[in-house]
């Protein structure tokens, strides 16, 4: 599936939760399985990377801007490719800005996970 869901009141402490079904202005990336993704709070932008499409492992990058759905029209932007990548770990650093990514497994067999570590500079897209 490539559908985008928001939780609202997700803590609770502010009403039920309520699942809302998004619909950004603009095509975005295939659907996956397998990816990561962060949200920037501060900017309301959420980045994914990665994953596996069911035949292939991706190594693209896109940014949903406006990704809580409050605020305007949430939209799509694609950034540079990073390596192939699915099933690994990711963290998001709001004060460097970069996406900070561990482990998962470049091939298509789980059998060969990797070790590595990497960053994605820029990875909110914001100027």
Do not use: C, K
Request: a negative charge; proline letters at 7%.
């Amino acid at each position: 599936m490539g559908d985008i869901w928001i939780l609202s009141n997700a803590n609770g402490s502010s009403g039920t939760p309520v699942w809302t079904q998004m619909s950004p202005s603009n095509s975005g990336p295939v659907a996956r399985s397998g990816h990561t993704a962060t949200y920037d709070s501060q900017n309301n932008v959420m980045t994914i990377y990665g994953g596996y499409n069911g035949t292939s492992v991706l190594g693209d990058t896109w940014v949903l801007s406006g990704a809580n759905g409050q605020g305007g029209s949430a939209t799509w932007t694609q950034l540079p490719a990073g390596p192939l990548r699915r099933f690994h770990s990711a963290e998001y650093d709001p004060i460097s800005d970069q996406m900070i990514t561990y482990g998962g497994a470049s091939g298509i067999a789980p059998q060969t996970p990797s070790s590595d570590v990497y960053t994605m500079t820029d990875a909110n897209n914001v100027p």
